[in-house]
C-alpha cells in the first residue's frame, strides 16, 4: 500500500479526529432527574430563635442576627420573599433537575433545579457564558454558571440579594458567592457547598449534604403564595435593639452549651475548641 | 474517490491497532501499576474536621434518646435508649463511638499516608486509631475489630477512592449510644476539591447499611480541610465520656 503525503496526512487527521471522539466521555453524570433528600444531618438549626451554631460570623453578621424577629415575615413585602440560592445548600428538599438542550446539536444549555416551596427556581448556565457585570442586577435567584471537572459539577453563584442564611437570621451580603460541588457515586449524589461573604463569615462556609436517586414520583412543592394580614403592624419592623434579644442563651441552657458555640463564633467550627469546653450534658 | 475509500481502509486498520494496543496497555497496567501509582488524587496529609453540621451530636455528647434524624429500628432505639457509658468503660469498650463507621465524624485530625503500595492508612488522633485501606486483596482478620476489614479501589474516571468495609465490632454512630451492629457494612466515597488560596477539601460521603439496627442506609456526609503540617496533632486514648 503506497499513500501519498496528502494522503498520508489525511489518513493521520482522520485518525486523530476519530480517536480523540472514540476516548471515554470524561465521565459526566446524569445530573437531571429526581433527588430526593437524604435528611440524616442537621444543617437547619432552626428550631429555636437564636441558634448560629456551626457558622463562622464575623461580629458584624452576629450584631446583625442578633436585631433580626422572625416576624419579619408576617409583613406584607416580606411574605412571599423567597430565600437566597444559599438555601440550596441549607434546606431539606429534593433536588427536581430538568436539563435544556439547544435544538441543533443537542448541546446543554442550562440545568434547572425547580422551585421549591419558598426557594425560587435556580437555573444553572452550562453554555459558557459569563456572569453579569458587577453593577448588574441582584435577584432572589441569583446568577449561576456551571462547568464540568471531569466528573464533577461544580457551579457559581454571584448576584444574590441580601438575606438570611438560616431561618434565625445570620445574614449574608449581596456580595456573596456560592461554589458547589456535585459528586455522584452510584444513586448518591453528594452537595458541597463553598459560601464566601467579605462582611459576614469569617472564613468560607461549608455545607455538604446527600441526596438519592429517586425512585417515584417526588410531588412537586412550587406553591402560590398570596400575602395576607398576619398581624404585622403596618409601618414597624419587628426587630430587637442591640443587646435585648430575649433568646439569646435560650439555645445555651437546653444543651449546657457556652455562648460563643450558639453565636457563632468561628473558633468553635474546630476540633481544638473542645479542649476550651468545660462541661456539658452527659459530660 | 477510490484513494478517500482507500484512505479510510487504513485509517480503520490504525485505530483497530491502535485500540488494541492501548486495551493491551491497559492490562498490562493493571497487573503492574500498584494502587499508589494508579492514584488518580493524592489523599495524603494531614486533614482536620471543619464541624459546620451537626455540631451538637459531634461536638458534645447529646443526651440519652437523642437519635435524631437516625433512621433506627425499634430494636435500635431501645438500645440506644439503654446507653450507659460507664458499663461501657468498666467493659473496656470505650471505644466504642471511634469505629469504622464513625471515627470520620469525630472531631479531630486525620493523617492519611501509604503504608505501602497497595494500602493507604488513615491515623486518627481523636481516640488514636488506625485504619488500613486495601487494594491488595485479604482476608479479613478472624477477629473483628472497632475499624474492620476494609477494601479500597479507584474510581479513576470519578477520581474518587470507594472503601467498603465489613467485620467491624459493634460500636456508635454518635457519643450516646446509637448503635451500629458488627452486622453492620460501611461504604466510603472520599472526593476532593480546591479551597481557597491553594487548600484542598476532602468530603467524605459514608453510608452505613445495618439489617439490625436501621431501617435504612445512614447517609451522611462530612468534610475537611487539609492542613500544612502535622504541628496540631494531638493524640487523645477513647472515651465512653467524651
Redesign the interface.
Known sequence: MHLSMVGRVRVAAIVVVVLSLARPAAAQFEFSGAWNYVGTEDLSNDSLPVDYMGLPLTDEGRARALTYSESQLSMPEHQCEAWPPTYLATGGFALLVTRQTEPIKGATVSYTIAAWSDRVPTVIWMDGRPHPSKYALHTRSGFTTGRWEGSTLVTHTTHMKTGNLRKTGPPISDEATMTTRYFRHGNVLTMLSVIEDPYYLTEPMVWTKSYQLAEAEVPSQVLACITTYEGATPGEVPHYSPETNPFIDEMSRKYGLPREVVLGYPETLYPDYRKKMKSGPGR | MR??G???T??VA??VL??ASLVAQGRGNAVVRTAQAAAPIDLTGYW??????????R??????GDY????LTSDGRKTADGWN?AADESAGNQCKAFGAANIMRV???FHITWQDPTTLRVDAD?GTQTRTLRFAPAAPAAERSWQGHSIASW?A????L?VVTTNMRAGYLR??GVPYSENATLTE?F?L?P??DGGQ?L?I?A?VEDPQYLQRP??????FKKERDGS?W?PTPCTS??
Do not use: C, Q
Open positions: 484513494r478517500i482507500r484512505d479510510i487504513v485509517a490504525m485505530i491502535t485500540a482536620v474536621s471543619f464541624v459546620t453540621e451537626d455540631w451538637r451530636f461536638m458534645v455528647t447529646p443526651a440519652r435524631a434524624r437516625v433512621p457509658p472531631p479531630g485530625r481523636t474510581d474516571a470519578a477520581r474518587s470507594k457519643w450516646n466515597h472526593d476539591a479551597h481557597g477539601l468530603v460521603t453510608i445512614f447517609i451522611v456526609s462530612s468534610h496540631k494531638s465520656r467524651w
